[in-house]
């Protein structure tokens, strides 16, 4: 059987559609989960949140071992975390980095990416249609 795609998502996105609307929009994580595999059609997806940095950790190591791709908005440890660089770095599936907002014309802090340096691509500033060029990139880059 086909490896499922991976769609993981950091801390916060739990709270999409009330959290800063302004920014991040007013769809839910859920509502992009049902839309997402929808569209991904005899596509397998395995969409989860986690607040837990060694969560996700976890999953990005889960991922490369039983996964076809990655697709993943890490949230704010986007701009923290080595161990999920170091996770990233040590993953053999694709990697398509997410994210709602456009952090390169956010904060200062925003500017560190511990992400894009592993990731094969990066989608940022589309809102949840990110998601969507995301997973087609993924089955395109998989097929
Ligand atoms: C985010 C951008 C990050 O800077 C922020 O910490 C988030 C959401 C986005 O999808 O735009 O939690 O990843």
Redesign the pocket.
Known sequence: MTKPIYVLN????NLLGTREPE??GHETLDDIRDSLIETAADRRIDFRQTNFEGELVTWVQEASREGAALIL???????TSIALHDALRACTVPIIE??????AG?EAF?QTNYVAPAAAATI??LGAR?YHFALDAAIRMTA
């Open positions: 950091g801390p916060n996105l920014i991040y908005n890490a949230g704010a440890y986007t701009h997410v994210h709602l907002s456009n952090p956010r925003r940022a500033g990110g």
